[in-house]
């Protein structure tokens, strides 16, 4: 497996890690403020309040993040990537935002697949079913860029590179 692309997942876990440990703790506070969702809770209240506590604070995250002068994360800049357009340029908000709903989509689908769709038993494995082959499909586009880009960077004409300045040579993946 590239070293490029091992680089480009601990980004991920960096910044999916501290997500989740920020979030987890915000949730708890929430719950505890307001008292909901009771412990019996419908799947969809539960799907409603990881929508509200997760998704769109993780989506806000990944949107600032790739459309920050920087065009990075927490965990592409602890490991010294970025993200730019294909053309070398800055990454804009509409283009972080589509990258992030590709991205996300796979997180999104199990959320719903398992929550929203509870007692909906044969949606929820076709749910779950669909958000592990986009995984499989995201990670087998990247190893095939050498890490460069994956679905959500090819939708959004995007690539993940080193820093400006960095040394590490990597392969062209061709145009967009």
């Not at 927490?74 to 935002?97: H, I, P, Y």
């Not at 958000?131 to 690539?159: E, K, M």
Request: charged fraction near 15%; proline fraction near 5%; aromatic fraction near 8%.
């Amino acid at each position: 497996m590239p070293r490029f692309l091992i680089r480009r997942a601990g980004a991920y876990v960096v910044d999916i890690g501290l997500l989740f440990l920020v979030l987890l703790r915000v949730g708890q506070l929430l719950r505890f403020a307001i008292g909901w969702p009771t412990a019996s809770a419908t799947g969809l209240e539960v799907w409603l309040v990881s929508v509200l506590n997760f998704s769109l604070p993780s989506w806000t995250y990944f949107v600032l993040s790739d459309s920050s002068a920087r065009g990075a994360t927490v965990g592409k800049r602890w490991l010294r990537l970025q993200v730019t357009r294909v053309t070398d340029g800055s990454v804009r908000m509409a283009r972080a935002l589509a990258r992030t709903a590709v991205k996300l989509l796979p997180w999104e689908t199990t959320h719903l697949s398992a929550f929203a769709l509870s007692g909906l038993e044969p949606w929820q494995v076709v749910g779950l079913t669909v958000a592990n082959g986009l995984i499989v499909g995201y990670v087998v586009v990247a190893a095939c860029t050498g890490g460069r880009r994956s679905v959500h960077d090819c939708v959004a004409a995007t690539q993940v590179c080193p820093v400006r300045g960095e040394t590490e040579s990597l392969k062209p993946t061709g145009p967009a």
